[in-house]
C-alpha cells in the first residue's frame, strides 16, 4: 500500500486527466450495471405475461453492451498508466544503477539491479 502511494504522489499530477477518465468512465459503467436488472426484470414480466419483450431485450442488450465497452476502455486507460509509470521507473533506477561507481554496485547481490530494472520495480520505489 505504500508504494502505490509513493506512486500516486509522485505521479498524479502528470497522469492527472488519465485517472479522472479512468474514474468517470468506472462511474459510468456503474450506473450501467445498476440499470440492468431493472430491464432484466421489465424483459422477464413481459415474457411471463405474453407481452411484447422486444424493448426491454434491445435496452438490456445495449446497456451490457455500453457496460463491457465502458469496461474496456477503462481497463486500456489503467493498463496504459501502469505501463507509463514502470516504463519512468525503470528509466531512473537505469540511470541512477548506471551511474553508480562500481563499489557501489558491489554492494548488493548480483542480479539485485537487473532484477529490479526486469520485473520488481516495487523494491525500489520506497
Known sequence: ????????????????????????????GQIFLLAQPQYGGALIQAAQEGANAFDPLIILLILLAASGLLTMGQQVLIAKIGEGLAKRIRDRLSRSFFGLSVLSQEVRASGWYSQC????VCTIVV
Open 1 to 28: 500500500m505504500r508504494t502505490t502511494i509513493v506512486l500516486l504522489k509522485r505521479h498524479v499530477p502528470s497522469l492527472g486527466w488519465t485517472f479522472v477518465a479512468c474514474l468517470a468512465l468506472g462511474l459510468l
Open 117 to 120: 530494472i526486469v520485473s520488481d
